[in-house]
C-alpha cells in the first residue's frame, strides 16, 4: 500500500513538474546553472537586509532620528530634480535633432551622446577645476576689478546641492536622448495628420499626440536616471553633498556596520518605490501603433527659431563635452609632462583591466544559461530566475559592496582581502547590461533550430552550447564588452572592496582628485573616457 501511495505521488509531482514548464522542462545542469547565478545575483542583498534587522532598535531609532530624515531629503529630492530636469533636456534634445531641421542633425546625434562616457565624478573634477573656491572663473573672477566692484565677492558655490544637481543633469541626460530619440524615429506620422485635420497645432499635437505615445519611453528613460542618482556615489562625494551612497560609505569605513546596513535597508526600499510607481503608472498608459501602414515622422520647419535652437544645443554640448574634455586635456598634457605615466600608473592600469576583463568574462558565462531557460523554458520558476539576475541594475554598487564585504568576511575569509572580491561585485552589478545584449541577440534566433537539434538526440545543454551560442555569439560579446567599460567606471565597489595596494584608475582618479592632485587624476580620467567610446557606437546603433 506504501509502495502505491509512493507511486501515486511521484506521478503527481511528475505532473506537477511537467505542467510548470508546460510540457517542456529543462534539463537539471542548465536549471541547477541558472539557479546558482540567480543565488550569487541576491544573496548580498539579502544578507545587507538580514543585517540591518538584526542591528537592534537603538540604532535604528538613533538614526530615525539623526540622520534618515535629512538623508531621505537630500537624496529624494536631488533624485526627483536630477530626473525631472534631464528628462526635459533629453526630450528637447531629441525633439530637435530627431523632428526638426537643425543644421548638422546627424552630427548632433553622435555629439550629444558623448557625455555618456564620462563618468559623473570625472565630470564632477572638472566642473571643481573650472568652477570651485580656486578654480579658473574663480582666478579670472579676483584679477578682473570692474566684475570684482560691481558683483562683489565670487558668487559660485560648486559644493552645493546646485552644484550635484548641475553635474548629474549634464551627464545623464543622455539615457532620456537616445531612449527618446529612437522612440521618435519610430514613431507614425498617420496619428500627427490625422490630429492636424482636425485642426491643432504643432503644439497641441506635441501635448495631446506625442507625449501619450512618448509616454513608456520617458518613463523607461526616467527610470535610468533615477536610479542612476540614487546610486551614485563619485560625483556626490566630490561635491561634498550627502546622499544615502556617501552616507554608507562614511559609515562602513568607520566600522559601523551595523547603521551601514540599516541605511542601505532604506535605500533598497526608497529604490523599490521608485520602480514600482514606475511600473504601476506604465501598467495604466499603454498605446500601440500597427506598422502594416507606418509612415517615418515628418521634419518639422524651425524658422526663426533655429538660431536659438542651434545656441541651445551648442550650450549643453560644450558644458557637458568641450569643457569636461578640454580640462582633462590640458591637465593631462601636465600630468605627462611631470611623469605621470609612471610604472605605478601602468599598474593602476593593468589592474582596472584585470577586474573588468574578469568581471565581463563571468558575465558573458553566466548570461547564457540565464537567458536561454527563460526564452525556451518559460514558466514561472525561469521569470523569477531572470528578475533577481537583473537586481543588480537596480542596486547601488556601495549596497552589493557593503554586502560581499559581510558575506566574505563571516563566511569565504580565504577570498576576503583579494581582487576576486571586486570582480565579483562587478558581475552583480552589470550582468543585466550582458543580459540585455544576449537576450536581444537570442530574439533573432528561432526555437525551431532547438527543436532540430533536440531530435537529433542532443540533450538541452549541448544545444544550448553547440548550436545556440555559436548563432548569438556577437550579442554575447556585444554584452561583455559593455560590461567591461562599465567595469572600468566603477567607483564605490572597487573603493570599499579593494585589498591594501591594489588600486584601480577610478580609485586613483577619485583619490588625487579629492586631495587636489589634477595633473596626475586627469591621465587616467582620458584613459577611461576613450575606451568608454567602445560600447558608444554599440548604444548608438541599438537606439
Not at 578682473?144 to 559644493?159: A, C, D, K, Q, W
Not at 561635491?239 to 556596520?257: K, N, P, W
Not at 524658422?303 to 558644458?319: H, M, R, T, Y
Not at 559581510?406 to 563566511?411: D, K, M, P, V
Request: glycine share 6%; proline share 6%; with cysteine.
Amino acid at each position: 500500500m506504501s509502495k502505491q501511495n509512493n507511486k501515486k505521488i511521484t506521478k503527481i509531482i511528475q505532473y506537477k513538474w511537467f505542467e510548470l514548464w508546460r510540457g517542456n522542462p529543462p534539463g537539471m545542469p542548465l536549471l541547477s546553472l541558472a539557479i546558482c547565478i540567480a543565488l550569487i545575483m541576491i544573496v548580498p542583498i539579502l544578507y545587507v537586509i538580514w543585517q540591518s534587522l538584526s542591528a537592534g532598535a537603538n540604532s535604528w531609532m538613533r538614526l530615525l532620528d539623526d540622520r534618515i530624515p535629512q538623508l531621505l531629503w537630500n537624496t529624494v529630492s536631488l533624485t526627483v530634480a536630477v530626473t525631472v530636469s534631464a528628462t526635459v533636456m533629453g526630450l528637447s534634445l531629441a525633439w530637435l535633432v530627431v523632428r526638426t531641421d537643425i543644421p548638422g542633425r546627424n552630427f548632433w546625434r553622435w555629439l550629444l551622446a558623448l557625455p555618456l562616457v564620462i563618468p559623473p565624478y570625472v565630470g564632477a573634477v572638472t566642473f571643481i577645476i573650472v568652477l570651485g573656491p580656486s578654480g579658473w572663473l574663480q582666478e579670472f573672477w579676483s584679477n578682473t576689478r570692474l566684475l570684482s566692484f560691481l558683483f562683489g565677492e565670487y558668487p559660485v558655490n560648486i559644493y552645493s546641492f546646485l552644484g550635484v544637481f548641475l553635474v548629474l543633469t549634464l551627464f545623464t541626460y543622455p539615457y532620456v536622448f537616445l531612449i527618446i530619440s529612437a522612440s521618435l524615429r519610430k514613431m507614425n506620422c498617420n496619428y500627427e495628420e490625422a490630429a492636424r485635420a482636425q485642426g491643432m497645432g504643432t503644439l497641441e499635437i506635441f501635448r495631446k499626440v506625442n507625449l501619450p505615445m512618448l509616454r513608456p519611453a520617458i518613463g523607461a528613460a526616467g527610470i535610468l536616471v533615477s536610479l542612476y542618482v540614487l546610486s551614485d556615489f563619485g560625483a556626490v562625494s566630490m561635491l561634498r553633498y550627502v546622499t544615502f551612497t556617501a552616507a554608507i560609505y562614511f559609515q562602513r569605513a568607520g566600522f559601523d556596520t551595523a547603521s551601514a546596513s540599516v541605511l542601505s535597508l532604506v535605500l533598497i526600499l526608497l529604490t523599490a518605490i521608485i520602480i514600482w510607481i514606475e511600473s504601476r503608472t506604465r501598467r495604466k498608459n499603454k498605446y500601440y501603433q500597427t506598422s502594416n501602414s507606418f509612415r517615418a515622422p515628418a521634419i518639422l520647419k524651425l524658422g526663426k527659431w533655429k538660431p536659438l535652437a542651434l545656441i541651445f544645443v551648442a550650450l549643453i554640448f560644450a558644458l557637458s563635452v568641450l569643457i569636461p574634455i578640454s580640462v582633462l586635456i590640458y591637465w593631462s598634457s601636465i600630468g605627462i609632462s611631470m611623469g605621470a605615466l609612471s610604472v605605478d600608473y601602468l599598474e593602476y592600469a593593468f589592474n582596472s583591466l584585470l577586474v573588468s576583463g574578469i568581471a565581463a568574462l563571468i558575465c558573458m558565462v553566466f548570461t547564457m544559461p540565464v537567458i536561454y531557460l527563460k526564452s525556451r523554458y518559460p514558466s514561472i520558476v525561469s521569470t523569477v530566475i531572470s528578475n533577481i539576475s537583473y537586481s543588480g541594475y537596480a542596486l547601488p554598487g556601495v549596497i552589493v559592496a557593503l554586502g560581499f564585504v559581510f558575506i566574505f568576511n563571516n563566511h569565504i575569509p580565504w577570498l576576503y582581502g583579494t581582487f576576486y572580491m571586486i570582480a565579483l561585485a562587478l558581475v552583480v552589478r552589470f550582468l543585466p547590461q550582458a543580459l540585455q545584449a544576449g537576450d536581444a541577440a537570442l530574439s533573432f534566433i528561432s526555437p525551431r533550430i532547438d527543436e532540430a537539434a533536440r531530435s537529433l538526440g542532443y540533450p538541452p545543454w549541448k544545444v544550448m552550447f553547440k548550436v545556440v551560442l555559436p548563432n548569438m555569439l556577437p550579442g554575447i560579446l556585444s554584452g561583455g564588452a559593455l560590461v567591461f567599460v562599465s567595469s572600468l567606471k566603477e567607483l564605490p565597489a572597487s573603493l570599499m572592496l579593494r585589498p591594501p595596494g591594489f588600486d584601480t584608475l577610478a580609485v586613483r582618479i577619485y583619490s588625487d582628485a579629492h586631495d587636489g592632485i589634477y595633473h596626475m587624476a586627469a591621465p587616467g580620467a582620458l584613459l577611461i573616457i576613450l575606451v568608454s567610446l567602445i560600447p558608444l557606437k554599440y548604444m548608438l546603433n541599438k537606439y
